[in-house]
């Protein structure tokens, strides 16, 4: 299994901008679609966006397209989410994740898990 180590999080008024990423180790990144999930206090842990591992199709929830955006870099084995115009139901803790099998919406499926990146926006 790869490795994921989340960075980037912190504390934002609504309306501002964070960059997150995913550093993965330990496997052929390549390969891998790649997905963030974000889970908020006592809530389910819920998918964000995703990228494929060809093609580099990517997909969001309602609620993040127009302001967020997955990308990934091959070569630093590394995936981003660009997130603007934050709001504060965007806090949460954020997940990211990789995959070899389809269904990147769905948490079933996903093999590796970074420890989390908690994003916090304030009003």
Do not use: H
């Not at 496997?27 to 963030?36: E, H, I, K, L, N």
């Not at 997909?59 to 397209?65: C, I, L």
Request: some cysteine; overall charge positive.
């Amino acid at each position: 299994q790869v490795q994921l180590v989340e960075s980037g999080g912190g504390l934002v008024l609504a309306g501002g901008s964070l960059r997150l990423s995913c550093a993965a180790s330990g496997g052929p990144f390549s390969t891998y679609a790649m997905g963030w999930f974000r889970q908020a206090p006592g809530k389910e842990r819920d998918f964000v966006a995703a990228i494929t591992s060809i093609g580099g199709n990517t997909y969001y929830t309602d609620s993040v397209k127009g302001r967020f955006t997955i990308s990934r870099d091959n070569t630093k084995n590394t995936v981003y989410l660009q997130m603007n115009s934050l709001k504060p139901e965007d806090t949460a803790v954020y997940y990211c994740a990789a995959r070899t099998t389809p269904g990147v919406r769905s948490i079933t499926g996903y093999d590796s898990w970074g420890q989390g990146t908690q994003v916090t926006v304030s009003s």
